[in-house]
């Protein structure tokens, strides 16, 4: 049972290009929606986060947008850049302290 | 400041022995977790401290996985009779209590021969 469904699995962009990510949950007990990178060899780097009280984060070229009637969150990544090129996995928490990690989704953008 | 780290930071094994698996916390963090990533998935969540005991361990497989962290700081990981399906990456994290964001180290490649 995955409680977390992330899409695309991957993704080809262009340098300045806007990547976006999407993830679905069915648990109504998640109450915090963090957003990891990771890098080939290293550990996530937790990147940005959101509750459900409210619709939008934003943090420098990344954006969460949240809809909790749908029970869907997604990661937007403006001006993409190649140094942004690595594995973006969404997760989800609530009822517990364990968080409940999506498949992950790689990000290549080009030159 | 110094940041979650592993050790070791590889380990092959064979089939039926015995590992550790050692994760130094950020200092100061009392909750720490434990994860397991396989290839292409998600990390998976194994076991969660609060202190020097073990709050939550619904993720562990089976009896052969084992976890203590005795002065609520370094936390070691033991499987016991090691099988391939161990292999591969084990993750630890640490947090505030009461705080949600978790920060991961570099983790522990583990490869059962």
């Known amino acids: 049972q995955q409680q977390v469904k992330q899409s695309p699995q991957s993704l080809i962009v262009q340098k300045g290009g806007i990547s976006i990510i999407n993830c679905a949950y069915e648990?109504?007990?998640?109450?915090?929606f963090p957003w990891y990178q990771q890098f080939p060899g290293k550990g996530p780097a937790l990147l940005i986060a959101i509750r459900p009280d409210v619709s939008e984060k934003k943090e420098g070229r990344f954006t969460i947008s949240f809809n909790k009637s749908a029970k869907q969150f997604s990661l937007h990544i403006m001006d993409s850049q190649p140094g942004d090129s690595a594995t973006y996995f969404c997760a989800a928490q609530g009822g517990s302290e364990k968080l409940v990690f999506g498949k992950g989704m790689k990000l290549t953008v080009n030159p | 400041g110094a940041g979650v780290s592993q050790t070791p930071s590889n380990k092959v094994t064979e089939k039926g022995k015995y590992v550790e698996l050692r994760c130094d916390p950020i200092s100061g963090h009392t909750a720490l977790y434990w994860y397991r990533q396989s290839l292409g998935q998600g990390p998976e969540f194994l076991i969660y401290f609060q202190g020097t005991g073990a709050a939550d361990d619904s993720g562990l497989p089976n009896d052969r996985f084992f976890a203590v962290r005795p002065e609520g700081s370094v936390s070691t990981l033991k499987i016991q009779r090691t099988e391939r399906g161990d292999s591969a990456v084990y993750l630890c994290a640490s947090s505030l209590t009461g705080v949600t964001e978790q920060y991961f180290g570099p983790g522990t490649r583990l490869t059962v021969t």
């Open positions: 648990n109504t007990a998640f109450d915090y």
